[in-house]
């Protein structure tokens, strides 16, 4: 009577001289792989030096059972020796093609020891970061150039594509940043009026209005919301074509990827961005005006006297001067981040990331230079 | 904790689906497909017999890709009915749909590869999404049917956008194996590839589908494997199938595409004579 060792479902090891019986049965599949796979040690410790796999109760077999035969006969050999008998003929096939697929390895990805991890990301970073600082900069050299050049000659101006930005980039933000600047300009007024009235000098809130939204607010805004809505559409689908090669098609078809793609969008948002922030402007100093009649009690025509009488043109065009500038770093920073797009779809969503961050950070920096700059000639 | 059911009677589609033993894998009945008002298909009838390796052919525009998308539950057609395994799709719930999905392994044309993981960890997805394997075997299994698929080991933990098309394609091969599931569906496996590569994985394919019984639906313009691997041809046009034979009828076939298909300076090369 032979003794049995091991026994469950799919396997049933029966101890003897010289080698131990490993007879498999039931179906060895990729349904019961889990299963088969957890008591591979265990029959492999009862099992002794040599131990021989008896095929020939085996039920159904895919490519799964395939490998976990293998990884049973690899962990048997290891103790010892191991041999496979009783195969069905049906089985033969699939044990052969498994049988010459290479043993298992590691394979997951290199990575550096823990304490080197850190210093290794520093680095890299360091080094992407002025790099990439570089290539922004001389990607920007470029697009002025091909700038520069579409002024000579005009007719390399591609029309129609840049009405087509003008009126996505432009008209269809107009609702958004419409209600952005309203709200922001009615919460002005209604903080502003709140602390001045503890000097009761509530009446100075349409100074603050007027200087903070026309000079600062107004036009910052709407190129946050832009950088936001609009430089990561440029990234999205700059990249998504290059992703599927439609900018390497352009260039063989002899079309330069900055005057098709990047210089319709530039100028649109060259264009646009100030027209925007006018409007701003405009809605803004409504919402505020709005919030001065309900809080306090000045009607729409009282405030556009007062207002005529403490609000300057010079701050209106300190504000409006920075558009064009901002629209340039958003636009750039959009298409150069879409170009830069390679291989899947995280460089995709990291490069649109970037994009926003990039143009957002240079928007606020230059606008603190401006801010420097128009004190300093005492504007 | 596991929240999957583990013992075989848990997965009813499943085992309706691998244990099913009748005569046709895949059965479409009065098929109508239409993109808004231009019809691709209508009262198309397919038969796909359980363990055959069916190719179907077609010029370019009359909706192989769009029969595969049906079939495979990617496209809801506008009328008809559509039977894998025994059962009807329109009739599983959508549990039961997810789960007989296990069943199908899908090569799409160009891959589909995720490209923000490694080849293994492509293999590895699916797997990881039904199972719940040690790594260490989901390694070992990811490896052999790289290997099955030819590609060579040091692919694997390469990232799809560091691969040539062939080897994506390979990849994608290996990935869609990975379950190994009972019906293949392929969408023109050896476009794109070698000719050594390609004859190479005509008898991958043949080979699984003798050893496994598996059920390969084929979408393919290669007349080489329609002559080597296929057991029968489908001919889809004029938005039905024309006619679904073996090679040696389907040429006898008298349709002038198929006559000039069968008949044209490629399909001497590739060894159909003209009876």
Redesign the interface.
């Known amino acids: 009577m032979p003794d049995t060792v091991f026994d469950n479902e799919y396997v049933t090891v029966t101890a003897g001289t010289p080698s131990a019986m490993v007879a498999l049965k039931g179906d060895w599949t990729i349904e019961s792989a889990e299963d088969i796979d957890a008591v591979m040690l265990k029959v492999a410790k009862v099992c002794g030096s040599s131990a021989v796999l008896d095929c020939s109760t085996l039920g159904h077999l895919d490519t799964t059972g395939a490998v976990l035969i293998r990884r049973y006969a690899a962990v048997l050999e290891e103790r010892g020796a191991a041999l496979l008998t009783g195969v069905k003929a049906d089985h033969k096939m699939l044990l052969e093609v498994i049988s010459s697929c290479p043993p298992p390895a590691p394979i997951a990805p290199e990575g550096v020891a823990w304490y080197l991890a850190p210093l290794l990301q520093v680095g890299t970073g360091t080094v992407l970061g002025l790099r990439s600082s570089g290539r922004l900069l001389s990607f920007l050299g470029l697009v002025l150039i091909r700038l520069f050049g579409s002024f000579l000659d005009p007719s390399r101006i591609r029309l129609v594509p840049l009405v087509h930005q003008m009126e996505i980039v432009g008209m269809r933000s107009m609702g958004i940043v419409g209600l952005i600047a309203f709200l922001i300009g009615a919460v002005t007024v209604n903080q502003g009026a709140i602390q001045l009235a503890k000097f009761g000098a509530d009446i100075f809130v349409i100074d603050m209005l007027g200087i903070g939204h026309l000079r600062e607010l107004g036009i910052l805004l709407t190129a946050i919301i832009v950088a936001g809505r609009s430089g990561s559409a440029f990234t999205a689908e700059i990249g998504s074509m290059v992703l599927h090669e439609e900018v390497d098609a352009m260039k063989t078809l002899g079309m330069d990827p900055i005057d098709v793609l990047v210089l319709p969008r530039l100028l649109a948002l060259v264009i646009c961005l100030p027209l925007l922030g006018f409007y701003a402007d405009i809605v803004g100093i409504a919402g505020g005006a709005m919030m001065a009649w309900i809080q306090l009690d000045i009607t729409p025509a009282n405030f556009l006297v007062y207002f005529r009488e403490v609000i300057t043109i010079e701050h209106y065009w300190v504000g409006i001067i920075k558009a064009p500038f901002f629209a340039a770093i958003i636009a750039t920073a959009g298409c150069y981040n879409g170009l830069r797009v390679e291989g899947s779809a995280d460089s995709l969503g990291g490069r649109t990331t970037r994009a926003v961050v990039q143009s957002i950070f240079m928007v606020i920096a230059l606008d603190a230079l401006f801010a420097i700059f128009f004190t300093s000639v005492g504007l | 904790m596991r929240f999957l059911p583990?013992s075989?009677q848990a997965?009813g589609s499943?085992v309706t689906a691998?244990n099913y033993k009748g005569e046709f894998a895949i059965r479409v009945r009065g098929l109508k497909t239409a993109f808004g008002p231009h019809v691709v298909h209508e009262n198309l009838d397919l038969d796909v017999k359980r363990g055959e390796i069916l190719g179907v052919v077609g010029g370019s525009g009359t909706g192989k890709s769009v029969l595969l998308r049906a079939i495979i539950g990617l496209l809801t057609p506008v009328a008809g009915e559509i039977e894998i395994g025994g059962r009807n799709k329109s009739e599983m719930t959508d549990e039961e749909d997810r789960l007989s999905r296990r069943d199908w392994g899908v090569l799409f044309q160009d891959g589909a590869l995720?490209?923000?993981l490694?080849v293994?960890q492509n293999v590895q997805v699916p797997l990881r999404e039904h199972?719940?394997?040690?790594q260490?075997?989901m390694?070992?299994?990811?490896?052999?049917?790289l290997?099955?698929a030819g590609l060579p080991?040091d692919a694997?933990?390469k990232?799809?956008?560091?691969l040539s098309g062939g080897m994506r394609k390979r990849a994608a091969l290996a990935r869609s194996?990975a379950?190994?599931p009972s019906i293949l569906f392929l969408d023109e496996p050896t476009a794109g590839l070698d000719p050594i590569g390609a004859s190479a994985f005509d008898e991958l394919v043949q080979?699984l589908s003798?050893?496994?019984g598996l059920t390969v639906f084929l979408v393919t313009h290669d007349l080489d494997t329609l002559v080597r691997v296929c057991d029968r041809v489908a001919v889809l046009g004029d938005r039905k199938i024309l006619i679904n034979a073996p090679l040696a009828e389907v040429r006898k076939f008298d349709h002038p595409w198929v006559q000039e298909y069968f008949g044209g300076p490629r399909a001497r090369a590739a060894g159909i004579e003209k009876s």
């Open positions: 583990s075989s997965w499943r691998s995720f490209t923000s490694t293994a199972f719940h394997m040690s260490d075997l390694d070992d299994l990811a490896l052999s049917k290997t099955m080991i694997a933990v990232y799809p956008s560091d194996l379950l190994d080979e003798r050893s496994l």
